[in-house]
């Protein structure tokens, strides 16, 4: 049984190829070694969400959420005056989530409390139209 061996040609580093692989790596390179420009849009956005938050009564409903909120909007303005854009946009991007959950959770307290007010209602209704039945 003859058996014959095959072997992959090998592959020489050519000039073209070495340019090519070098002009790859040194973008990949660049592209890391590349600052992120300030979040400044993301963190208007997350101060206007905290100030939605607020409007909408979070800061009574939902204290705990809205300390949490404005707590990382201090840690994102102080990462962003010391040019840590990426950590800035990160934390601009949890006030926005975190104020939205406030905003959403005091939305929910003044929904139960004006139903516990609407059903207290009714029944001191009912309650006044069975005494004044003769």
């Known amino acids: ?36 420009p300030p979040p400044t849009a993301q963190m208007a956005v997350a101060n206007a969400a905290l100030a939605h938050a607020v409007g909408a009564g979070a ?31 990160a934390l601009a991007q949890q006030v926005q989530l975190d104020a939205q959950l406030a905003e959403a959770k005091a939305e929910s307290a003044k929904a139960r409390k004006s139903a516990d007010a609407m059903q207290q209602a009714d029944r001191a209704l009912s309650e006044e139209m069975s005494r004044k039945k003769p």
């Open 59 to 89: 800061a009574e409903f939902a204290p705990v959420d809205m300390a949490k909120a404005r707590e990382k909007m201090s840690r994102a303005n102080s990462a962003l005056a010391a040019k840590d854009h990426d950590t800035a946009l």
């Open 1 to 36: 049984m003859n058996l014959t061996r095959h072997t992959a040609p090998s592959r020489a580093w050519t000039p073209a190829l070495l340019r090519s692989s070098l002009l790859a790596s040194a973008l990949v390179l660049a592209a890391c070694a590349t600052p992120s």
